[in-house]
């Protein structure tokens, strides 16, 4: 697997300072989109619960 990454990224001349930024970017995209939909999962059951407590 290693092997492959770095056949490929001499392949296509990308050195490492290159490669690896986009995948520190879309690492936090990936982990904000999945903390905003994971909080508001989580809020969105605790209003359920206030309602029905509420009602």
């Given at each position: 697997?290693?092997?492959?990454?770095?056949?490929?990224?001499?392949?296509?001349?990308?050195?490492?300072?290159?490669?690896?930024p986009p995948?520190?970017?879309?690492?936090?995209?990936?982990?904000?989109?999945?903390?905003?939909?994971?909080?508001?999962?989580?809020?969105?059951?605790?209003?359920?619960?206030?309602?029905?407590?509420?009602?």
């Open positions: 697997m290693i092997s492959e990454v770095r056949m490929f990224t001499e392949k296509n001349h990308i050195t490492k300072s290159e490669y690896i995948l520190l970017t879309w690492g936090i995209i990936t982990f904000i989109l999945f903390f905003a939909l994971y909080t508001r999962i989580i809020v969105s059951s605790n209003e359920g619960e206030e309602s029905v407590e509420a009602f």
